[in-house]
């Protein structure tokens, strides 16, 4: 019988001032109840919608059935279909804006809570399967893939089921690329990570780490090694600034160092490798994804009070909304229409002993309102002339976005770019050089864990018609 129930199935969570101080991940999952009683919830519609709002065309209306059934195997089933990194989406996937969106429940209510089944599922079998996939007998055919990120590990996926003899090439020491160096633990564990890696590596992918593509070997070196086509799933690792005085201070971050030395180089020990500057004030510059999670990170390094520095309005705020909650329920101070103009700091380099030679000790922002919409239909911040004030911070976290590494693209004849770095691809992911296929943000600059899986999908078909000669 179908439940009816206007609002899907809250999503237990951990206490804010609890999680506030660990890393342990905030979102607990549905118990099998739970996830029976919101699937109930899904009326299987005739024309499935939410499919069409899924980068890669889950079969949603079947994997919810399944679990209607009790058969939560065979959901997983279903979703390992269409995708490699389920575990993955169910966590951060921007559900909202994408599958559930299309649900129809949510014209009078909320939508089905596709993301929270979808991680249900997978979490599920993770904990009850017994053996790991069997790799595809091989078709002879070798590819290589640059970067171990979603999009690189879908396309890896994909061909290993099609009998590709595939390589991913990592330039860190860790597999799993943005997913274990940019998202934190407490929002994507990196044993779920680790889980899905095993599962390509089972299947027959080699995972090549400590591999920087342009440096280590060449695109082209690659090609004499016998790999017949290369996929290119680098990201977009490469810091915007703002270009203001003081980002020269210690205590000024990227958003990307100050993830990396926390996610993934473990700099939140009491004594860490890598160090990273804890305590104190700290402002993130920035309202997306990534600017939510390191101040959530700063929080837990243990600061003792983080502002967002953001110029529009809450309502602009490009972050998920359940981030934004989650943010704001743990404390961090939200200082919304203003924008950074100067960081401020000592520099004296004739006293090297001095703890404040060289570092960060204020940032000077302006207050701004919101004018005429700019080309993208958003309001432009305008600045309000005599506004100016100061915030007393100790560290400041720029994330105001990425662009794809430029290495790639001058170690390589015949890959042409975009005036943004982008590389230029068709669309079914072929760049200018022939045989070489590019996805995810070191196409578009920084985007979704879903929209790389997507570009990742797009590329491994069109590679496996290409080498098959269709």
Known sequence: MANMAPNKNPMPTQAPEVRAHNFDE???????????????????????????????????PEFIAKIQEGDFEGAYQVIQQSSSLPAVCGRVCPQETQCESKCVRGIKGEPVGIGRLERFVADWHNAHATQLPDPVPSNGHKVAVVGSGPSGLTCAGDLAK?????????????????????????RLPKAIVQKEVDNLTAMGVKMETNMVIGKTLTIDELFDMGFEAVFVGSGAGLPNFMNIPGESLKGVYSANEFLTRSNLMKAYESDPVTPIMKGGKVAVVGGGNVAMDAARTALRLGAEKVYIVYRRSLEELPARKEEVEHAMEEGIDFQLLNNPVEILGYNNPDDRRDPKNGFVTGMRCIKMELGEPDEKGRRRPVEIPGSEFELEVDTVVMSIGTSPNPLIKSTTEGLDVNNRGGIIVEENGATTKKGVYAGGDAVTGAATVISAMGAGKVAAKAIDEYLSGK
Request: proline share 5%.
């Open 26 to 60: 905030v979102a607990l999952g549905y118990s099998e109840a739970t996830a029976l009683d919101e699937a109930m919830r899904c009326l299987n519609c005739k024309n499935h919608p939410c499919v069409t709002g899924c980068p890669v065309n889950i079969h949603i």
């Open 162 to 186: 099609k009998g590709y003899e595939v390589t991913v090439f990592e330039a860190l020491h860790t597999a799993g690329g943005v997913l274990v160096y940019g998202i934190p633990e407490f």
